[in-house]
């Protein structure tokens, strides 16, 4: 590595990057913010270092006040006049509020502490009786016509910097002892980071980004750091598939006339896609090592049927099968089709009661139940199968990364499908990479019809209201979802219960019916089964129906807030409805002020249909979550900077790359045990 440039040299004590940040503090008191940083995964120096300002200001040195705009960073030299100190005694502790003005050689400046501790208060004035000459720091407001800073931090050392650097906060760990934290990491483990051919320095590229080496810019030390994070998903998904090829378990063949005795048996034919799908589950099973595939496939394509016919397929093997399901409505309509089609189908959810409870544990634990249907339930400790040798997991997306492997764990055979109808951000970014095998159905069933979308505003209400009356006179039966039971303090939405008495006001004489999560299930159950028997025309509900629910008659969804939906959930929602064979309509009801954003995101929705790239703009707008962790959506605290949309062109460079390096696994080795992905806690919490 080249010249490090204002940078504090020190010896590393033995520290490698895989030390834990406690290390830091040489066997001395740990701050409790230490551990705080523990709970969300920072572990290590290469963790602490990986963790990025998200705010960076070039610094103004002694300005002229008129020369300043909002939000300068400046740092300014001058003395204290006109102290004006006002103690604070709402507190325990007796704080102050001071102002003043800083006096320096280009004009005068308006300065204010607020909440300053005694010890604060103390200097302040001592300077300021002194006249002494201080030099502070920080960001520029404007107090009327005064240049103000709010705040300033007193600058007693003669290092200059260009840029002043704010890191985030994180797990309620204040920026500043972040970059206290990383200043303590010795210069010279960034010399010793295993480099990339044909790459910048790693090493600098991170100096530079924690404002310690001017040797190579910003933009260059982004794209750098980007392109690692490229290259390492590349790396851990690797990683993961080997080691699960590397498990052997028994091979099963299934001969072509026992699937096609499962296929004829069924009312109506498979789409291509499905077979498709289920062949490559069949040619899955004789390889010898656990299955590991995704099917993707719009709401409505038929992943049941797949789920119906690979769970028969396993059972006609001896194999008892899981089938998971993220609600227990889904999970007991799962149950209601499918025990009619499997014998010893059994249901386990945690509102049954004491004994039916454990006669099903027992059916489960005996090896009498073939195919056992549940939620969350199904992997807890109190769960024993005979002879599980297949795991089916629905909606995929509702579930962390801990609790799939634990379900799978159970299993003698770790065979696990996992299903989604609509790629969210989270799969859609695995399937960019090698760690699944996917199988996608886009082929419709044919009674299935295209849904109709449309914007309601206050403009076109009544419209809208009109329509929905017109459509349940035919008989045809309408769902209305919010995000909130009750009125929420902190957003601006429309909640069930207002919304409820709404409806009855505005369609007297149909039943009409509220049903939410924070029911007991045999109420909502209750509620479900009238709409489904057709005895409710109108279900207002929060979004417990979001998933599974197949209700035939039903031919409307009205969604209230749907800016505060994800675009994902918005398409679950939708496909609830043109089921039957009858058109589907689907109404963004957006009473309420928006931004030009959420509008934008709306306008998306109502015109796009296709799940696939609908799950790209919620990419965009949503973040992509962490692929290898247990966070599911969202960016991951503010660690990972690079975004596949926005970097595609790093993306591929690093996919490019890595296929090259594939043939020379030193390469790839040596990336793997620095960041230390060959490790067992690595392996066996992510694999």
Known sequence: MTSLTKSRMSNTNNLKWQSHVRALYKGKKVPKSVEQLEQVGIQTLIDLAWIFPHKYYPVKRNPFPEDCQENDYIQITGYLKNLKSRPIFARKIRMFNLS?????DKGAFRVTWFNAYPNMATKIKTKFQNQSVITIEGNVSFFGINVQLTNPKFNESDEEQEGKIFYPTI????GGFIEKLIDKIPVELYEIIPEIPNQSSLGESLLALHNKNDHIKPPEALKRIKYQEFFLDQLKAMIRREVRNSRTVKKIEIKDSEYNKIIKSLPYELT?????CLKDII????LGYPISRLVQGDVG?????????????????????AFMAPTENLARQHYQNLEKEISGTVLLTSSLKTKEKREVLESIA???????IGTHSLFQEAVTFSNLGFSIIDEQHKFGVQQRISLVNKSVLPHCLLMTATPIPRTLRLTQFRDLDISVIKQMPGNRKKISTRIVNHQNLEKYL??????IDMGEQVYVVLPNIEKSETRDSHSLEEILDEYKRYFPGYKISGVHGKMDSEEASSVLDQFRNHEVQILISTTVIEVGIHVANATIMAIYNPELFGLSSL???????????????CFLVNLKKINDSQLQRLQIFEKEHDGFKISEHDLAFRGEGDLFGAQQSGFVLERRISEYLEDNEIFEQAIKDFEEFTGDRAILENQARFFNLYENDYINKYI
Do not use: W
């Open 571 to 585: 398409h679950q929602l939708r496909g609830r409805v043109g089921r039957g064979g009858k058109p589907g309509f």
């Open 466 to 471: 009109s329509f929905l009356k017109t459509r």
């Open 283 to 286: 040619n899955d099973l004789k």
């Open 171 to 174: 797990n309620k760990v204040k």
């Open 301 to 321: 394509c038929g992943k049941t049927t797949i789920a119906q016919v690979s769970a028969q397929l396993m059972i006609n093997q001896g194999y008892q099968v």
């Open 366 to 372: 005996s090896g009498t139940a073939k195919l056992v």
């Open 100 to 104: 003043a003005s800083l006096i320096t």
């Open 272 to 276: 291509e896609d499905q077979d498709l």
